[in-house]
């Protein structure tokens, strides 16, 4: 078949017709794709009305697509409060983001090997929307009375991990998981500095300048009577915190030793999994 000069002429050629067709989008993915936005954007649950103001939505619209996304797995709404927050879909998709971060696949490489050493669980934790929470877990020789796994999410003041992120991780990130934690005064209220906490408070801003000096921190029969901890963070080639090594144990078992075997362990680990870090890039 022979085109003709019209098929051949600047706007009818297939090219232009394939970019076209491929900017077509579903309108209701997209607007469903807002009210994920906002929550991910909020970081806390979020009540129909508010979500739906922050998505730009009619509150009766909203909540159609969030039952939608609600039984897709996106979307999880809280039978107490009524608040929409992101489902165990959505989650998953997140770790699914985070395995395919270099730092933790390297991180992941390491761990097994280091709680075989040491005898020990070690976690791998990583900034999260409500707080530093668990992306691996590898079980150590001795068995924990303690539910920890996959998605828990570490509290910043009560936790050897969570005080590391507070010491080295990025200050608005920290601020923002402190905010969902209920920690620190929400900035868009002023004025009600009451609640003092450990993201603002002088006596804790020194702890954070020991844990910075030392480069671990200890958490010795808390959260959990009986469960012990080491972390320390783990850096990119820009010395940024990227995620978090902690070894968890019961306590008399596990040495807390700032100098122990355990924090040495857990220091060399680091040092290797940063020297690979800067070796892949």
């Known amino acids: 078949m022979v085109k003709s000069a019209a098929d051949e002429s600047p706007g009818h050629t297939t090219a232009d017709a394939s970019v076209e067709k491929k900017q077509r989008g579903i309108q209701s993915v997209e607007v469903g794709g807002r009210l994920l936005e906002a929550l991910a954007r909020h970081r806390v649950p979020l009540g129909l009305t508010e979500l739906a103001g922050e998505a730009q939505l009619p509150s009766a619209q909203a909540h159609t697509y969030l039952v939608s996304l609600t039984r897709l797995g996106l979307v999880k709404r809280d039978a107490l409060t009524g608040n929409y927050e992101l489902g165990p879909l959505s989650l998953r998709l997140g770790l699914m983001h985070i395995e395919q971060q270099p730092v933790y ?60 992120f507070c010491a080295f991780y990025a200050r608005e990130q920290v601020g923002q998981m402190a905010r969902s934690q209920a920690l620190a005064p929400d900035a868009s209220s002023p004025g009600d500095n009451s609640a003092r906490t450990p993201v603002v408070d002088a006596q804790w801003s020194k702890r954070f300048d020991a844990i910075r000096a030392r480069g671990i921190e200890r958490g010795i029969d808390v ?42 362990q857990l220091i060399e680990t680091t040092r290797q999994i940063t020297e690979a870090l800067v070796a892949s890039n």
């Not at 090997?113 to 990583?126: M, Y």
């Not at 150590?140 to 920890?148: A, I, M, R, S």
């Open 105 to 164: 696949r390297i991180a992941a490489s390491y761990a097994p090997a280091l709680a075989e050493r040491i005898g020990f669980s070690v976690a791998i934790c990583v900034a999260g929307a409500q707080g530093p929470t668990i992306v691996r877990y590898e079980r150590g020789g001795f068995p924990l009375h303690v539910n920890l796994h996959i998605g828990t999410v570490m509290s910043l003041e009560a936790t050897s991990t969570g005080r590391i």
């Open 223 to 264: 959260p959990s009577p009986g469960i012990s901890s080491l972390s320390v963070p783990v850096f990119d080639a820009q010395q940024r915190m990227q995620l978090a090594l902690t070894a968890i144990g019961s306590s008399g078992s596990i040495d807390v030793g700032w100098d122990g075997e355990v924090a040495r």
